[in-house]
């Protein structure tokens, strides 16, 4: 059994963050695996050791006064004797005397994993706490951060390498059933006095504090109070103010519509009757508070501070402002409480990000996952454990990017994989890292400052060794180079799949070359589909270095059913149009501008009818104005990058597919299990993928008009639309799970580190 030492400054209340989660992650970790202690060097508070034991923990108090004083010696000497005594396996820190105390005495004692957790942005932090934590971070084994803005603060004033931080967000329960009661009369009386049944209720729930940013909310409140009258602000916290708020509100006349109600255990049944939820804060790491908003299913107005912008999708779930900005907050605030319908589409909106990411069991399966790989030694080269790192240099989440995370999510006993991005400073693109991470995955990121950073190759080749790389396995021009190098100089297997080269200028030309010359020195080299296999030894690789593995897809993401009506509406999309996408980077091989032509040679025949364009590019701005030019903006679309593309699938009919040049694009057997009826070019793996009038429609490539009328009669047939989505669907299944993929790649790895 495994024994985790859990250690905080002071768990004196379990309504604070950070305290709650400790709490959470005591009590909800499996008994059965894991034996949980949980320490706090200062037990005065209203939490008894009782809530722990309570669930199955131990429970200890080592009081320390000052971490460099007499006490912080004396009970660290107990403390090293506690933690050879009962053999802690892992040492967990939180806050700062804990995470320098607690570091100092495990290593002294030989605690085999520290883990330090940064939970905020560090704006109490002075240089001597900075000086503290460069100190004791060589002995820590990883860092958990719970926000990405938080790991960026940790890299660059701490200076931890990326390979060594994990972002687990915070985890939030969701209601057993998402209160949709409005604010009744005998609600309130019961919960808040002084509502009215009419009242539109905004609430904010923090302690009162400065760093909150109450005096900013009550300063737009004055303003919104000045043209509507049936409004109140609850404001719902333990008072750290001594009543200068309370005093404030009076000042400025508005002390009749803001209700204080102070600390609270009934938090859940209040959210249940707010209408609107803010969280003006000046600094954040990553608020508890704005998850409970969003599990409450209600709209939430925070500034643009710390991990905020990664639960709040501005326009999505809430709206962003400034921090410090009192007219700004009031205009959001204005905005949400004359339109009643967008905020429930915002909650509604909010309560689904939670649901996917941010549950308490996908933190949990998170620290589990962690806990199990930190207390696992490396395994060593031929002991039964492939270690694989996976490394791109990237643009963005497209086809190769998804193949990578599929591939990675399928990892079992035998295969363990690492998610690797070459960070490149001129154009920065890690969303691959985001995803990888979001999944619970295992990554790392190396940093890159030109395109021949000998830096990089250093960074790369320590990672290897440090980690027992068995195979390092690239995925693009960059990476096959990069990695062949980084390989070499670590003696270990690189090998590298080609998802198809799309070069269309002499730049990308050149490197496609450079690529050729360096895939003949891996051990294997793996293409998506037979024309790729054909191409690359008509380019002279060896048949004997080459291997056909087809891309997979996640059938359970892609093909559960339903449709996101929500998404379709806050697209603008009448429920009579038939809707139509193509998924791709803007740019020139992906052929947008043939599928615009053709689509303004339909409108005359076929008017109901919506586009989505999906992705980004540097045709961005030239494409927007070409669909102005043809009288075409109502009807199309650009979403962006979109990271719900199962949503996305959901709520079209018809992918089609414009490119001049594709290897086997992820987005076509994302659509077959999705079941749309695809119209795609007859392009690289593309036709050993499509069958004609089969599965989907073959087409030339450049032919706008052979395209529109190929359009226009999947829109007036939807007969024909199903058959063949039904047959397509078929078709991926058989052919192209992910499961299926990874099975392929796992026995090519067997095979090379045999």
């Known amino acids: 059994m495994l024994k985790i030492a859990l250690v905080a400054d002071c768990i004196a209340n379990l309504t604070g963050g950070a305290e709650k989660q400790i709490y959470e992650l005591a009590k909800r970790l499996d008994k059965s695996k894991y034996d949980v202690t949980v320490i706090s060097l200062d037990c005065i508070g209203k939490t008894s050791g009782e809530w722990f034991t309570s669930v199955g923990c131990q429970y200890h108090a080592f009081r320390v006064v000052r971490i460099y004083g007499l006490s912080g010696l004396l009970q660290g000497i107990r403390f090293y004797n506690f933690l050879k005594k009962e053999k802690i396996g892992i040492l967990q820190t939180y806050h700062f005397s804990s995470d320098i105390w607690g570091a100092f005495w495990g290593k002294l004692a030989g605690v085999p994993v520290i883990i330090s957790n940064r939970r905020d942005m560090g704006f109490l932090r002075k240089p001597s706490h900075i000086h503290a934590y460069r100190w004791v971070n060589q002995w820590v084994s990883k860092f958990i951060v719970v ?377 294997k080299v793996i293409c998506v589909s037979q024309n790729n296999y054909d191409r690359l030894l008509q380019k002279g690789i060896k048949k004997s270095s080459l291997a056909v593995i087809a891309n997979g897809v996640d059938l359970e993401q892609f093909s559960s059913t339903g449709s996101d009506q929500g998404l379709k509406k806050n697209f603008g999309i009448g429920s009579h149009e038939i809707v139509i996408t193509i998924v791709g980077r803007l740019g020139e091989e992906k052929g947008h501008k043939i599928l615009f032509n053709a689509l303004s040679l339909i409108v005359p025949q076929c008017p109901d009818f919506k586009c989505l364009v999906v992705g980004d590019g540097p045709l961005r701005k030239r494409l927007e104005e070409q669909v102005n030019d043809l009288n075409l903006s109502p009807r199309i679309i650009f979403t962006g990058n979109r990271k719900d593309m199962a949503g996305i699938y959901k709520i079209c009919d018809i992918l089609v597919n414009t490119s001049f040049t594709e290897g086997l694009p992820m987005t076509i057997l994302e659509a077959m299990a999705s079941g749309l009826a695809i119209i795609a070019t007859r392009v690289g793996a593309v036709p050993h993928v499509i069958k004609n009038e089969k599965n989907g429609i073959l087409l030339e490539p450049g032919d706008p008009d052979t395209l529109s009328r190929a359009i226009i009669g999947l829109l007036k047939d939807a007969d024909k639309r199903k058959a063949l989505a039904r047959q397509a669907f078929k078709d991926v299944c058989e052919h192209f799970s992910e499961q299926r993929m990874a099975k392929n790649y796992k026995n090519l790895y067997q095979g090379l580190v045999k």
């Open 147 to 523: 926000s990405n803005s938080i790991r960026d603060m940790v890299k660059s004033t701490e200076g931890v390498p990326q390979e060594k931080i994990e972002v687990i967000y915070n985890g939030v329960d969701l209601p057993q059933a998402p209160s949709k009661i409005p604010a009744s009369a005998g609600m309130t009386r019961n919960l808040i006095e002084g509502l009215e049944a009419n009242d539109i209720v905004i609430m904010h729930v923090a302690y009162l504090s400065p760093v909150k940013g109450h005096i900013f909310l009550l300063e737009a409140f004055k303003k919104i109070i000045g043209q509507i009258k049936n409004v109140k602000l609850v404001l719902v916290g333990e008072d750290m103010l001594e009543g200068f708020l309370q005093n404030q509100a009076i000042h400025i006349g508005i002390k009749n519509n803001v209700l204080f109600l102070g600390e609270r255990k009934d938090v859940s049944s209040l959210l249940a009757i707010a209408d609107i939820c803010v969280l003006p804060s000046l600094s954040e790491g990553m608020s508890n508070a704005i998850l409970e908003y969003m599990a409450a299913g209600k709209p939430v107005i925070a500034t643009d501070v710390g991990g905020n912008p990664e639960l709040v999708k501005n326009g999505f779930n809430g709206l962003l402002v400034e921090k410090e900005d009192a007219q700004g907050l009031k205009e959001a605030l204005l905005k949400l409480i004359q339109d009643k319908e967008k905020r429930q589409i915002m909650g509604q909106n909010g309560l689904s990000r939670v649901k996917a990411e941010f549950t308490m069991e996908a933190m949990m399966a998170q620290y589990e996952k962690l806990y199990e790989q930190a207390a696992t030694p490396p395994s060593a080269p031929g002991n039964g454990n492939i270690r694989v790192l996976h490394l791109v240099s990237s643009g963005g989440l497209f086809g190769a990017e998804r193949v990578i995370l599929n591939l990675a999510s399928q990892d079992n006993g035998s295969v363990t994989s690492w998610v690797g991005a070459i960070n490149n400073k001129h154009n920065p693109h890690l969303e691959i890292i985001q995803e990888a991470q979001n999944a619970g995955l295992k990554t790392a990121i190396f940093d890159s400052r030109s395109q021949a950073d000998l830096k990089t190759l250093s960074l790369i080749k320590r990672f290897l060794k440090e980690n027992s790389i068995n195979i390092l396995h690239t995925h693009n021009y960059k990476s096959d180079i990069t990695g062949f190098l980084a390989a070499r100089l670590a003696r270990v297997k690189w090998t590298a799949t080609v998802h198809g080269w799309t070069s269309t200028d002499s730049k990308l030309h050149w490197y496609e070359l450079l690529d050729r010359f360096v895939l003949k020195f891996a051990a």
